[in-house]
């Protein structure tokens, strides 16, 4: 996910690190500021930190963009029109030759495991795929249920436009204005009930 300000950098460069040559000077962040900060210093099993990764949700309706679109937890409220999905696929990555790991939950949890590109031919029983789709996370018979929604699937590198398979968007009105930045009419799905 990402705010729509950000759309015609990742046509021209990609999807970029903070820290890349081609890094946007004038990103437009829709996250959490405290948790980026965490994640900036959270140290996984390869002794890399999560802030080196490029993060993807295997899924659409991440209790982030509740927050997100709430303007919940002190993130600032963002309008579901500016918000939009990226979308690669774990093929892409491969294609590309881009390093990655996966998790099988939100990746700063003490319950979750993280895994490596040998893991992928695995990763649909690795994945808890119904979590991932569930519609929402709170479940008094499932506690952990939110933690498995939010696997994460973390790229070490910027990814070329060329791995990024198609977009999300909220409305027509927001697609009118991706097809005026130059993006096929074929790339954009407008699906509302990928958001809140």
């Not at 962040?29 to 980026?36: A, F, K």
Request: charged share 20%.
């Amino acid at each position: 996910m990402t705010h729509i300000e950000n759309i015609l950098h990742i046509l021209q460069h990609g999807i970029t690190h903070v820290s890349s040559l081609n890094a946007n000077a004038t990103y437009v962040s829709i996250g959490d500021v405290s948790l980026i900060r965490n994640r900036n210093a959270f140290v996984m099993p390869n002794k890399k930190t999560l802030g080196e990764y490029i993060p993807f949700y295997f899924g659409v309706r991440m209790p982030m963009l509740y927050v997100i679109q709430n303007g919940y937890n002190g993130v600032q409220e963002t309008t579901t029109e500016n918000i939009v999905y990226c979308v690669s696929s774990v093929q892409q990555i491969l294609n590309h030759h881009l390093p990655f790991i996966f998790t099988n939950g939100h990746a700063v949890d003490a319950l979750t495991d993280f895994f490596v590109e040998n893991d992928i031919a695995r990763i649909e029983t690795i994945i808890d795929w119904p979590a991932i789709k569930a519609r929402y996370w709170k479940n008094d018979n499932d506690l952990d249920l939110k933690r498995r929604k939010e696997a994460e699937f973390l790229v070490e590198s910027d990814i070329p436009t060329t791995a990024i398979v198609g977009w999300i968007v909220y409305n027509e009105k927001v697609k009118s204005r991706m097809i005026a930045m130059g993006i096929a009419d074929a790339k954009i799905l407008v699906k509302p009930n990928s958001y809140f």
